[in-house]
C-alpha cells in the first residue's frame, strides 16, 4: 500500500479493503526503514501510542478524505500537542498547544497527525537543513540536497514515507524541492488557501500554504481540504472545481516557453533541454507550444521581490536580530533579511509595490491568449548536501543566498498558480521539474494540464533506487 496514491489508499479505507491500523503499522515500518538515510520526519510521535490511535480509527465513520492517513506536517505549521520548531533551536522543545489553521483543516478531514516534516531553520533557503534536526537527503541519491524549504515533505513523499503532504511557498518551496525529489508541487492562487489570522494580514500577501504528492489528482484532492475562506483574514476567494474538469486533456491548449527569460536566469546545462523535451510531449499530447520572449524585466521583477520579501520578512522577525540571545542562535541568512528590511525606505517599498502591479498587469495581458507559461522549476540540478547554498550557476556568481532559486519569482510575486511536474532526470540520474504557470484563478486549469502530463509520464513511480 505504500505505493499507492493517497485517492486510491482513501478508497481502500473507506471501502474497508485496509484498516487504519495497518496503514499506520505499514507507514512507521517504512520510516524505520529509510527515515535514518533520509531525515525527512522528524518529531515522531510515541509508535504504540500512534497504532493505539489508528486501532480506535479502525471502526470509526470517515471523518473526511483523509481518513485514518498518517499525516507528516510541515514544520513552519504549530500543531497542537506535536512538537513544532521553525527548525529553529530558540523553538526546540516547543509543544503548541493548538493548531494552526492548516493543521486543524487536516485533522478536520480524518488526517492522523503522526510527525513533522523537515524545513530549513525559519523556511529560509531552499536546502532543508538546521540546527535541531539536521539535513534532509536526496532519496534519488543521498549525497544531494532535497531542496526546501518544503524538502522534507517532498523526500518523505518519494521515500514513500508520505502519501501526500502539505508544503509551503513564499519564493518556490513547494515547486524547487518537488523538482529535486521526482514529485509534484502546488503553489495555489495566493489567497486560495487563507492565512492564519496571526500577525499582519493585508501586506503578506507573497507566501502561501498548498499541497505536494506524486499524483495530481492527490494534489488537487488535499487542495479542496486547505483550501476555503478563512472569515478572519482579508482577500478571500471561493474554492473552484477541481476535480470535475481534471481528466480534460491538453487539445488545443497554448502553452508558452519562457526558456530562461532571455538569458537573466543561467541554468546548469541539460535543463532546458530536459524542460524543452517535455514540451514536445505536450505538443503531441495535442498541446499548442509557443516560444516566448521575456515578457518583463528580469532586474525589475527581482528588485521587487527581494525588497518586499525583506519588508516582511523584518516585520515579522525583528525580534531574532534585536535581541542578543535570539540572534546568537539565528543563522546569518535570516538576520541579513531582517537587517535588508529595516533599512528600507517607505518610497523603495512603494516603488517595488508599483513594479509588481505592473508585472501582474502585464501577464494578465498575456493570458488572455495563453493558457498557460512554463519556465524550469530550478536552475540547478540537486547539488551536495554539504553545502549551504550554490554560489555560482554556469560562471555566474550568486549574490545572495537566494539568488540561484530565481525562476521561481516570476509567479511568486504575482500569485500565480504554479505546478511543478517531474520531466525525468539528468545523465547522472538526478531529478527535475518545469513550472506550468496558469493565469490568477485558473488553479483548475494548470492542474489539468498537470493531470494529462501525469497520465503520459507518471514519472513519481520511479522509485529512488538508493532506497530500493
Known amino acids: 500500500m505504500l505505493e499507492w496514491s493517497a485517492t486510491e489508499l482513501s478508497s481502500a479505507i473507506r471501502a474497508r479493503r485496509v484498516a487504519p491500523s495497518e496503514v499506520m503499522a505499514a507507514w512507521l515500518a517504512q520510516v524505520a526503514a529509510v527515515n535514518g538515510r533520509v531525515n525527512a520526519i522528524v518529531s515522531?510521535?510515541?509508535?504504540?501510542?500512534l497504532l493505539a490511535e489508528a486501532r480506535r480509527l479502525d471502526d470509526a465513520a470517515p471523518a473526511g478524505w483523509l481518513h485514518g492517513i498518517p499525516f507528516a506536517v510541515k514544520d513552519?505549521?504549530?500543531?497542537r500537542g506535536v512538537r513544532t520548531t521553525w527548525g529553529s533551536p530558540i523553538w526546540a522543545n516547543h509543544l503548541p498547544a493548538k493548531d494552526d489553521l492548516v493543521a486543524a483543516?487536516?485533522?478536520?478531514?480524518?488526517?492522523?497527525?503522526?510527525a513533522k516534516t523537515n524545513v530549513p531553520e525559519w523556511g529560509q533557503g531552499s536546502h532543508t537543513f538546521n540546527p535541531v534536526f539536521g539535513v534532509t537527503r536526496n532519496p534519488y541519491d543521498l549525497s544531494r540536497s532535497a531542496g526546501g524549504s518544503s524538502g522534507g515533505a517532498a523526500a518523505a513523499l518519494a521515500a514513500r514515507m508520505a502519501w501526500v503532504a502539505d508544503g509551503s511557498d513564499m519564493m518556490g518551496s513547494l515547486r524547487n524541492p518537488?523538482?529535486?525529489c521526482n514529485v509534484y508541487g502546488f503553489r495555489p492562487t495566493w489567497g486560495l488557501v487563507p492565512q492564519d489570522a496571526d500577525g499582519d494580514t493585508f501586506l503578506a500577501t507573497l507566501s502561501t500554504e498548498g499541497p505536494m504528492a506524486r499524483t495530481v489528482a492527490d494534489i488537487a484532492r488535499l487542495l479542496t481540504v486547505l483550501a476555503g475562506e478563512n472569515p478572519e483574514v482579508p482577500f478571500?476567494?471561493?474554492?473552484?472545481?477541481?476535480?470535475s474538469g481534471l481528466d480534460r486533456g491538453?487539445?488545443?491548449i497554448r502553452i508558452g516557453w519562457l526558456a530562461d527569460w532571455d538569458g537573466a536566469y543561467p541554468m546548469e546545462p541539460g535543463i532546458l533541454g530536459l524542460c524543452e523535451s517535455a514540451l514536445r510531449q505536450l505538443e503531441a499530447l495535442g498541446a499548442v507550444i509557443e516560444?516566448?520572449?521575456?515578457?518583463?524585466p528580469a532586474g525589475k521583477i527581482w528588485s521587487a521581490w527581494v525588497t518586499l520579501r525583506a519588508l516582511l520578512n523584518a516585520g515579522g522577525k525583528r525580534d531574532l536580530a534585536e535581541d542578543p540571545a535570539r540572534r546568537a542562535q539565528t543563522k546569518p541568512e535570516t538576520i541579513w533579511e531582517i537587517e535588508q528590511g529595516l533599512a528600507?525606505?517607505?518610497q523603495a517599498v512603494h516603488e517595488a509595490s508599483v513594479i509588481r502591479s505592473r508585472w501582474f498587469a502585464h501577464a494578465a495581458r498575456l493570458f488572455r491568449r495563453l493558457d498557460a507559461v512554463v519556465l524550469p522549476s530550478a536552475q540547478v540540478w540537486p547539488f551536495p548536501a554539504d553545502r549551504r547554498w550554490p554560489d555560482e550557476i554556469a560562471g555566474r556568481r550568486m549574490d545572495t543566498y537566494h539568488r540561484w532559486m530565481e525562476v521561481v519569482v516570476p509567479a511568486s510575486l504575482i500569485g500565480l498558480p504554479a505546478l511543478s511536474v517531474p520531466v525525468g532526470f539528468g545523465p547522472e540520474g538526478l531529478p527535475m521539474g518545469m513550472q506550468i504557470i496558469g493565469r490568477s484563478g485558473d488553479d483548475a486549469g494548470v492542474l489539468a494540464i498537470g493531470q494529462a502530463w501525469h497520465r503520459a509520464t507518471g514519472w513519481p513511480q520511479q522509485r529512488p533506487p538508493t532506497l530500493a
Not at 515522531?44 to 501510542?49: H, Q, T, Y
Not at 513552519?76 to 500543531?79: E, H, N, P, R, S
Not at 516560444?291 to 518583463?296: D, K, T, W
Open 105 to 114: 483543516r487536516l485533522r478536520g478531514a480524518g488526517a492522523l497527525i503522526a
Open 291 to 296: 516560444p516566448l520572449p521575456a515578457p518583463f
Open 236 to 243: 478571500p476567494r471561493a474554492v473552484p472545481d477541481l476535480l
Open 178 to 180: 518537488a523538482a529535486f
Open 250 to 252: 491538453v487539445k488545443g
Open 76 to 79: 513552519l505549521v504549530a500543531t
Open 344 to 346: 528600507l525606505t517607505a
Open 44 to 49: 515522531l510521535r510515541d509508535p504504540e501510542a
